[in-house]
């Protein structure tokens, strides 16, 4: 089954709550977290993971996009998350393991993230350890970017490496998802989808989500 993260960056975060209640006929809700070194921007932290994690029953899908997340996944754990996606990018690949560790040790899921120009080999050091791993099809960073269909590849690739050494591992894809490039991704292997502007312009939210599951 297509699983579907609408990410709340796209929220209106005046009504975050109501906001968060639109999406619950999806699978996650997709909380993209930004440091402002990592990537050139800032979003929100543990506060914010805590304030939601009353308001719904459907998983958090934490997606770091920070700088060394070893030091902060256990309290984005404790906050609440149930994902804790982590970029191989962001530190050592010992650090990326100890963060992974960190997680799993905390009952939660662990994962990692590449961007688009990082290759998709990777995420083999990690795919034994994850439970999740994520490929930028934008730049991480800023909402509403174009899709780059070029990363199908990549995410193919990672598909087979699952399917030979880890079945149980999803393969989400991340950034200019909508209503017609989420075939593409589905095609490529992926089974998780975030989707974020797609998802909230929406007039009719759960109908949107039904048409992004392919």
């Known amino acids: 089954m297509i699983k579907i993260s609408p990410s709340i960056l796209s929220a209106d975060f ?13 699978d996650y809700v997709h909380v993209d977290v930004m440091d402002g070194l990592f990537v050139p921007n800032i979003s929100i932290g543990i506060p914010v993971v805590q304030c939601i994690r009353p308001v719904t029953r459907l998983p958090l899908d934490v997606h770091l996009m920070i700088d060394r997340p070893v030091r902060y996944v256990e309290q984005f754990c404790d906050a609440g998350a149930d994902l804790v996606t982590v970029h191989v990018e962001a530190d050592t690949e010992e650090n990326i393991h100890a963060a992974i ?42 909402g509403g970017q174009k899709f780059m269909a070029d990363m199908m590849p990549k995410v193919s690739a990672i598909r087979r490496w699952i399917d030979q050494r880890r079945p149980e591992c999803e393969l989400e894809v991340d950034g200019g998802v909508d209503a017609v490039t989420c075939k593409t991704c589905i095609e490529a292997g992926a089974n998780v989808l975030v989707a974020g502007s797609a998802v909230y312009k929406a007039d009719d939210i759960p109908a949107r989500i039904a048409q992004l599951r392919g």
């Open 101 to 142: 560790r960190a997680v799993r040790a905390k009952g939660k899921r662990p994962g990692v993230v590449i961007k688009p120009k990082t290759p998709a080999e990777a995420v083999l050091p990690f795919l034994d350890e994850v439970d999740l791993i994520l490929v930028m099809t934008v730049e991480p960073g800023f």
């Open 14 to 26: 005046a009504n975050l709550e109501r906001d968060i209640h639109r999406i619950e006929s999806a």
